[in-house]
């Protein structure tokens, strides 16, 4: 209890410094911190980046980090703008964190392409769409995406920041790592679009099939008509311009010329048994598929897992760092994103996060100048009990985002004048998987109750 207590004067501390409070040293009967840390570090993806993006048409729109963008205290005290690793460094009494690298590759005639451009001063290399050693992560411009996110990996921000330093860490800095989400959206986005495309050719096979089964029984001769048929079924669907009309247009042509004169006269029956024959085999098609490939995502997140763990030990530890903080994965599946998902696969997301978490864990563990922040506990908690945390809604995006004024549909553009309607600011999410400014305190408050245990705060 004593602990949770000095936790949340921390994280009290941190809130008013945030909001303008001294970020000097301690003033008489302030708290004191155990250790003294000269700067912070941070590594990871977009739940730590404070702007990278926010440039071109992502600035203009008031944008450039995943929560609730902008100061909108006067509305509401709990819509700082600010994310977890912001708060962090007030609460340490250091500088406002700043992006390492700023700029974008995307489309230019939407206001995404920006030169890149390295700041010296500044050490939060953490990028939105980043993952752990994959430099093409979500957002990158050859996933398609016009947003042209720079997405460099977490084992490039470590290089980059061991360049600008000497290749060393002083070892009075405070480290923050916290990436592999990428690697799981990634990889799910993959797996989905698999499914997809197994399901359609599935649905596609099954729905010719039944239309040409039915339309020849009504045939003169049906094992003649059937392959007939069929192949005017498969002519027309490789003929580009086709539509299901054309096809079924086709096939009943085909039906008529082997005797089924009462094949239009049927046509919309038959089509329906057709149709609930190609939903019923896409819909298999597609579960097996994610059956399938299921083994492989889980170790393939392992796998970044035991990469994070060992750029820890090698590249941090290796290299001078004494004080690393590392969250693990949240609870992805219990995210709007991960809700929306069915039973099958938000247990494969977590399995895939699960698999992740337990490398580093078991990698990293053992290291005293680690500390590991079990993030996944506690946003797991919080998705199933969120009253004790103050939290009004744990499963929808408080973020309006499909409103005019965020085109980018995301949390990236998300201001106060693209929010739903009603109190918003006690959402657990901005966005599909991104949290509030609001989730952002409970995240650094959780982090401070850890180093406090630690003896680092």
Known sequence: MRQMTFALAVVAGAILAACGGSSGDPQPGAQVNRVKFASQVSFGDSLSDVGSYAVGTVKALGGGKYTINGDSTSVNPALTGKNWTE???????????????????????????????????CYSYAQ????????IGAGHKLTGSPLGALTVPVVTQVRNHLAKTGGRFKGDEVVFVMAGGNDVLVNLGQLSAGATAAGTAAGQQAFGTSLA??????????????????????TESARSGSTQASIVQAAVAAAVQAGNTAAPANITAIVGTATTAASTAGAKAGTDYVTAQAPAMVAALGTAGAELAALVKSQLLGNGANYVVVNNLPDVA??????????????????????????????LASESKVLIVDVYAVSHDQATNPGPYGLTNVSEPACDLASAKNPLASSLGCTAASLKAGDV????????????????????RFVSKALVTKGWL
């Open 87 to 121: 708060l962090m460094a007030a609460q340490f009494g250091l500088p406002a964190p700043c992006p390492a690298q700023t700029g974008l590759d995307g489309d230019a005639a939407r206001g995404f392409s920006v030169p890149v451009v390295n700041h010296a001063g």
């Open 128 to 135: 939105g769409g980043a993952r752990v050693t994959n430099p």
């Open 213 to 234: 089964t039915q339309l020849a029984a009504g045939a003169t001769n049906p094992a003649t008509a059937a392959p007939a048929i069929g192949l005017a079924i498969a």
């Open 334 to 363: 219990s995210t709007p994103a991960g809700r929306s998902r069915d039973a099958n696969v938000r247990a494969l997301i977590d399995q895939m996060v699960q698999a992740f978490n337990a490398q580093l864990t078991s990698a």
């Open 425 to 444: 600011s006690h959402y657990s999410f901005a966005d599909e998987v991104h949290p509030t400014p609001f989730n952002n305190l409970l995240l650094a």
